[in-house]
């Protein structure tokens, strides 16, 4: 049974995030192929229109809307068809009622078009003539002037993980550097006398160090760089000074091992120690009601968290999701309402229908209401890349399955 006055994992959270700076990092100007996995430190506003043009999202024929209407397979409408719109060109010429013009997938609609018509809804009749075998609507198969982005619009806002489709975002309108905040350092000191390199051979006694890696590499999933400091004994100078130098030079530090019993009062006592020199609160914490986990210290010196972990490994993935990557995303700049977990639970926020005999991806992005996460659909053509942007992840309708309904329970696969 845990001991009733350690606390619960979420106060004790609170407790470390209570006491340091929101982003402070300091900032840099990136190129944008260098800012994958960056937070942004400001919005982003487009000083251009995405497109800035009308383009066709099909390869068919631009025509007027209009005269389509009340086409149908056995009573066609009949089209003259002059001239052809060529890619990265824009039109010399226009088309009036009666008329259209070949176009490609991408190419910019002549004036007098408001609509494309698709190859497969026409039937050539000569070399200047097509049958229309279906009506089409206005702007049916064409992306607006701006209807991806629109000038003046915040595409990204302060705080944002920056993803692939983000970066395309604003290479799209034209950005190719970006001020972002600066990913964290956070340092690891393995503690303990019984721990040795891994290529080292063992002796009686002694385990290889898994616990740098396994931080390692979670910290630098989520947007950290880390620096292994190396193992040090069981000593209070020797881990004192591992401890000082960490913080010269990082933004967060994590100490592996010597917080169970024996040693655990040295680590803390340390901890407290450096508090008096630099300044901080010291230890916040020291014991959660956790399993694996419950020896786990925190504390804060010169408004840097220090995290005292236990050294068994299970332990170590526990306390790293529950402690170090909230951390981790209020030094970083990240906007507390973009943590999810990466596959969650959602209910649909409307009906989406699906064509029988394909699999859907719908995209999503996921607001919570009466204390439930819903999914509500980015309804748009797959050419815009906003689509992605606004999306937290995607629903997938299986290919035996017509549809979903409002309320139905979804899994989202987040971005």
Do not use: W
């Amino acid at each position: 049974m845990f001991d009733k006055n350690y606390l619960l994992p979420p106060d004790a959270l609170e407790r470390i995030l209570a006491a340091i700076s929101e982003g402070h990092l300091s900032t840099e100007r990136l190129k944008i192929e260098e800012c994958y996995g960056y937070i942004i430190a400001s919005d982003v506003i487009s000083s251009e229109d995405l497109p800035q043009f009308y383009r066709s999202t099909v390869d068919g024929y631009a025509l007027n809307s209009r005269d389509t209407f009340g086409a149908k397979e056995n009573s066609p409408a009949y089209i003259t068809v002059k001239h052809e719109v060529f890619m990265g060109v824009a039109p010399d010429f226009g088309i009036k009622i009666g008329e259209a013009s070949k176009i490609p997938t991408g190419g910019m609609l002549p004036k007098g078009a408001d609509a494309v018509l698709m190859l497969e809804h026409a039937q050539t009749v000569s070399d200047d003539m097509i049958e229309v075998m279906r009506p089409v609507a206005p702007n049916e198969n064409v992306i607006k002037r701006g209807e991806d982005i629109k000038k003046d619009e915040t595409v990204l806002t302060k705080g944002h993980r920056l993803r692939a489709q983000d970066i395309g975002a604003l290479a799209g309108i034209g950005i190719t550097a970006i001020d972002v905040f600066r990913k964290p350092v956070v340092s690891i000191i393995s503690t303990g006398d019984e721990i040795v390199p891994a290529n080292n051979p063992l002796k009686s006694g002694q385990v290889r160090d898994i616990n740098s890696f396994t931080l390692s590499g979670l910290i630098s999933e989520h947007g950290g760089i880390p620096v292994k400091k190396g193992i040090f004994k069981d000593d209070y100078d020797v881990i004192k000074n591992a401890m000082e130098g960490a913080l010269q030079d990082s933004d967060m530090v994590l100490i592996s091992g010597g917080t169970s019993a024996g040693t655990k009062d040295m680590t803390a006592e340390i901890i407290n120690d450096i508090a008096k020199i630099y300044g901080g609160a010291g230890v916040l914490f020291h014991g959660v009601s956790l399993k694996p986990g419950k020896p786990m210290i925190g504390g804060v010196v010169n408004n840097k968290p220090i995290l005292g972990l236990p050294g068994h490994p299970a332990a170590i993935v526990v306390c790293f999701d529950l402690f170090i990557k909230p951390v981790m995303e209020k030094l970083s700049g990240l906007n507390p309402k973009k943590k999810f977990a990466k596959t969650i639970t959602a209910k649909m926020a409307k009906n989406i229908a699906s064509q029988a005999g394909r699999e859907d991806h719908i995209r999503v992005y996921l607001e919570e209401k009466d204390g439930k996460l819903i999914a509500v659909p980015v309804l748009g053509k797959s050419g815009l890349i906003t689509t992605l942007v606004k999306a937290d992840g995607i629903v997938v309708i299986p290919q035996n399955k017509l549809g979903l309904e409002t309320g139905e329970d979804v899994e989202v696969k987040l971005f």
